[in-house]
């Protein structure tokens, strides 16, 4: 049986909570459906466990849904160790406050020491919350540190998710 996940992330959230539950199906409904309770106050029932389960995904997908955020950053460097190390150090300083909930980097076949990042947000309020983080500003100074010349952005709204 496939791994699957519920991140709190995804669901509507007054606290922005973080939760992300992995496991067996069973499993993640069970945790999932008493962290609702719990942490949330809602009262388990089907209606409730029904919810959970068309919010769970395969562990192994990038969640992205319709109404969500990404943020195209395209940047050259002669390598990506400087970009790898900013990127962790921010991860790790972050910590609970990150609102991205996954990124890639792509490098460009045709144009060498290009790439583009690409960071998914559940919407643009997440997105906003992640740029006004003091640890984002710092990010962004070792980012121009480490890249040369500027950083290009794109700010994307999601529309539409094909599933392949």
């Not at 007054?14 to 942490?39: F, K, P, R, W, Y």
């Not at 406050?97 to 559940?122: H, I, K, L, Q």
Request: aromatic residues 6%; proline residues 3%; hydrophobic residues 40%.
């Amino acid at each position: 049986m496939a791994r699957m996940t519920m991140d709190c992330r995804s669901m509507p959230s007054d606290d922005n909570c973080t939760v992300l539950i992995a496991g067996e199906e069973d499993e993640v409904l069970e945790l999932a459906a008493q962290h609702a309770v719990s942490a949330h106050g809602h009262a388990d029932g089907p209606e409730l466990r029904d919810g959970l389960r068309r919010a769970m995904r395969p562990e192994h997908e990038l969640e992205l849904e319709q109404g969500a955020f990404l943020q195209l950053v395209e940047f050259h460097a002669a390598d990506l160790d400087g970009f790898r190390s900013a990127a962790e150090q921010w991860r790790e300083r972050i910590g609970r406050e990150a609102t991205a909930r996954w990124a890639v980097v792509g490098a460009d076949r045709d144009r060498s020491g290009t790439y583009v990042e690409v960071v998914a947000f559940p919407d643009h309020a997440s997105a906003m919350r992640n740029s006004e983080h003091p640890v984002t500003a710092d990010f962004a100074k070792r980012l121009q540190e480490v890249v040369q010349g500027e950083a290009s952005f794109r700010d994307l709204d999601v529309v539409e998710v094909l599933r392949m």
